[in-house]
């Protein structure tokens, strides 16, 4: 449960004695002690932990009681305020959410600074995912190709300008999934920090962007392997042998050769780079 906020609220144990606690125990019994704890329940589930005292009816359904058990606990022995919105709340409980939400809110900022951190990370494996598989030139039980190159040797890939108008994600995405579970008026919140340049928002944003431009990158890519047509490898030739055939085995595909022999090992993405850079050499 540490470093997620999953409605946690302070419970003192010794609340049973407190004075305003004990005078609703005399008058209403245990059953006092019962609605006052499941409303602060209630409260801690809410914007600013208050509720609206015209709803007090839905409470009392909720907790299985009468409107006039309900109504003497929140009305009545000091153990709730009422704002001018007519809002109750518990004076207590803010106080010792507003730790908590202190505490919360540091969290949060000292994980947008290691965010930056996983963030390098994360290019590096993108990175990496780029990086074709590396044969030892002196491994014989790797193929090797007519110009001597491994069926995986690296392709460059070049990113353009074309990126950044082929893949558009809002601002309006971000806040939809960094605001997600949140409550409308956070997401307000954030847009308003947006619009005024701040710069831990707009950190946050770029940093967002930049993932998804990865993402993209990284799924075209994987789409172009496995939609493309590995029966064009028909007639090339791999160490003086002819691909006769090829046959898709899900993330590899088999090679079929002129002399009687096969080869199950190469993956799709070694033989479609490897493709691409024949095709780059006879352009």
């Given at each position: 449960?540490?470093?997620?906020?999953?409605?946690?609220?302070?419970?003192?144990?010794?609340?049973?004695?407190?004075?305003?606690?004990?005078?609703?125990?005399?008058?209403?019994?245990?059953?006092?002690?019962?609605?006052?704890?499941?409303?602060?329940?209630?409260?801690?589930?809410?914007?600013?932990?208050?509720?609206?005292?015209?709803?007090?009816?839905?409470?009392?359904?909720?907790?299985?009681?009468?409107?006039?058990?309900?109504?003497?606990?929140?009305?009545?022995?000091?153990?709730?305020?009422?704002?001018?919105?007519?809002?109750?709340?518990?004076?207590?409980?803010?106080?010792?959410?507003?730790?908590?939400?202190?505490?919360?809110?540091?969290?949060?900022?000292?994980?947008?600074?290691?965010?930056?951190?996983?963030?390098k990370k994360l290019i590096g494996q993108v990175n990496e995912?780029?990086?074709?598989?590396?044969?030892?030139?002196?491994d014989s039980t790797k193929p090797q190709f007519s110009n001597?190159?491994?069926?995986?040797?690296?392709?460059?890939?070049?990113?353009?300008?074309?990126?950044?108008?082929?893949?558009?994600?809002?601002?309006?995405?971000?806040?939809?999934?960094?605001?997600?579970?949140?409550?409308?008026?956070?997401?307000?919140?954030?847009?308003?920090?947006?619009?005024?340049?701040?710069?831990?928002?707009?950190?946050?944003?770029?940093?967002?962007?930049?993932?998804?431009?990865?993402?993209?990158?990284?799924?075209?890519?994987?789409r172009k392997i496995d939609t493309f047509d590995y029966n064009?490898?028909?007639?090339?030739?791999?160490?003086?042998?002819?691909?006769?055939?090829?046959?898709?085995?899900?993330?590899?595909?088999?090679?079929?050769?002129?002399?009687?022999?096969?080869?199950?090992?190469?993956?799709?993405?070694?033989?479609?780079?490897?493709?691409?850079?024949?095709?780059?050499?006879?352009?």
């Open positions: 449960m540490a470093g997620k906020d999953v409605g946690y609220f302070p419970h003192y144990i010794n609340a049973r004695n407190d004075r305003k606690l004990r005078k609703a125990r005399l008058q209403l019994g245990i059953e006092a002690y019962a609605i006052y704890f499941m409303t602060l329940e209630v409260l801690r589930e809410q914007k600013e932990y208050k509720y609206p005292i015209a709803d007090l009816d839905i409470l009392s359904d909720d907790f299985g009681t009468t409107l006039q058990k309900v109504q003497v606990i929140v009305l009545n022995y000091g153990l709730f305020d009422i704002d001018p919105n007519e809002q109750f709340f518990s004076p207590a409980q803010k106080l010792a959410m507003s730790k908590f939400d202190r505490i919360k809110e540091i969290n949060r900022l000292k994980g947008i600074k290691s965010g930056e951190a996983r963030r995912l780029k990086q074709l598989e590396n044969f030892s030139q002196d001597g190159s491994s069926p995986v040797e690296q392709v460059s890939k070049k990113v353009s300008k074309e990126v950044n108008k082929k893949h558009t994600h809002t601002i309006d995405e971000w806040l939809d999934e960094y605001c997600l579970g949140k409550t409308p008026a956070y997401r307000a919140y954030m847009m308003k920090q947006i619009n005024e340049q701040d710069p831990i928002a707009i950190k946050t944003y770029n940093d967002w962007y930049q993932l998804q431009i990865e993402q993209d990158l990284k799924n075209e890519e994987q064009l490898l028909v007639g090339m030739s791999i160490n003086n042998r002819v691909i006769e055939r090829t046959v898709d085995a899900g993330s590899t595909i088999h090679l079929f050769f002129d002399d009687g022999t096969y080869d199950y090992s190469q993956s799709k993405k070694s033989l479609y780079d490897w493709y691409q850079l024949k095709q780059e050499e006879t352009a």
